[in-house]
């Protein structure tokens, strides 16, 4: 059972380039969430998913895509990458059997952009 | 929406002492309040977690405490440890109700405990 999976650890991107992260899950959690942390500030959601199919807005979508073709897997998607997006990158996953679970938050990403 | 507010933005004690770390939450439909630590590069982790009809929780050496009415809440840290230090967060959210369980989280408090 690995939880949250997040490929690649790593990446240094150059202005202009695109990328996908990835994020899967072996948990069959419906629920799960992109969030992005700069330093000194807390996590911000950029996008979500409820299931297979439903994708939604968070608070910093703007500069970002994601899918969710299968309950696993959630890719977010950095089309055309801007300096601002030097960040480091969490995607977690939750239940929708129960109220009083946790997310569950993958290793990150941590994503230069120069 | 949602807004956290967190209190301190850092924190250092002595090993030993107990630390203390305050929230705010602005929508009054929250009624849920983890709290997560993240030690230096690695993923946010749950310690503990409070539902609105709760006033206080405690976990060996952690406790959560929660006022409905002044929409705040608190993670107390006893005899804190070295390995205590971290960047700790608390966050809101709504569960129930066809809630789609979005967290907002504070800005963190970097806790530093001294040998």
């Known amino acids: 059972n690995a939880g949250v999976t997040q490929t690649p650890k790593f990446r240094i991107l150059k202005i202009g380039q695109s990328m996908t992260l990835q994020c899967t899950q072996d948990?069959?959690?419906?629920?799960m969430y992109w969030y992005r942390q700069d330093p000194g500030m807390g996590l911000k959601l950029i996008y979500y998913?409820?299931?297979?199919?439903?994708?939604d807005k968070g608070e910093v979508p703007n500069g970002y895509n994601v899918s969710r073709s299968t309950t696993e897997d959630f890719p977010l998607r950095l089309e055309l990458a801007a300096p601002s997006q030097t960040s480091v990158y969490f995607c977690?996953?939750?239940?929708?059997?129960?109220?009083?679970?946790?997310?569950?938050f993958g290793d990150g990403t941590r994503l230069s952009i120069l | 929406g949602e807004n956290v507010e967190q209190h301190p933005s850092t924190l250092s004690v002595q090993e030993g002492d107990s630390a203390v770390i305050k929230c705010t939450y602005s929508?009054?439909?929250?009624?849920?309040f983890p709290w997560y630590k993240q030690e230096l590069g690695k993923r946010p982790q749950l310690i503990i977690d409070?539902?609105?009809?709760?006033g206080e929780k405690k976990d060996q050496r952690i406790a959560v405490t929660l006022n409905k009415t002044a929409k705040h809440f608190s993670l107390h840290i006893t005899e804190t440890q070295p390995e205590d230090s971290a960047v700790y967060f608390c966050?809101?959210?709504?569960?129930?109700?066809?809630?789609?369980?979005?967290?907002?989280f504070g800005k963190g408090t970097l806790l530093t405990v001294n040998p």
């Open positions: 409070i539902r609105s009809n709760v």
């Open positions: 977690a996953s939750r239940t929708a059997d129960k109220l009083n679970q946790p997310q569950h």
């Open positions: 948990m069959n959690h419906n629920y």
């Open positions: 929508d009054s439909a929250s009624n849920y």
């Open positions: 998913s409820v299931g297979a199919g439903i994708t």
């Open positions: 966050a809101a959210s709504i569960v129930g109700g066809g809630s789609n369980y979005k967290l907002t």
